[in-house]
């Protein structure tokens, strides 16, 4: 029988499993963690965004100017162009998730 895992739910108790697993002490794997993550959001402002492998693809995408509907009204409006950020899950991570 497989050893369960248990998940880490907030970012203390993920850099105590981080810390522990490459025995590192808390603060390193704060570190090491904090710069991925300056490396991840320069990365996605790149045309072609960032890979992190193993679990997916971080890029800047812009979205067209469109018409939409109010919910509430039904009354249409304008919805301005905006740039967003998406993040496209890697096949490793969907089979690993999914099975």
Not at 42 to 48: I, L, R, V, W, Y
Request: charge should be positive; avoid cysteine.
């Amino acid at each position: 029988m497989a050893k369960k895992v248990q998940v880490p739910t907030t970012k203390s108790a993920i850099m105590a499993a981080i810390a522990e697993a490459a025995e590192i002490t808390k603060k390193q794997a704060t570190a090491a963690y904090d710069k991925l993550l300056e490396i991840a959001y320069a990365g996605a402002n790149t045309p072609k965004g960032i890979v992190l492998p193993g679990l997916g693809k971080l890029i800047k995408a812009k979205s067209k100017a469109r018409t939409g509907r109010n919910p509430a009204t039904g009354e249409t409006i304008k919805i301005p162009a905006r740039t967003k950020v998406k993040f496209r899950v890697a096949k490793a991570a969907k089979d690993a998730i999914l099975g």
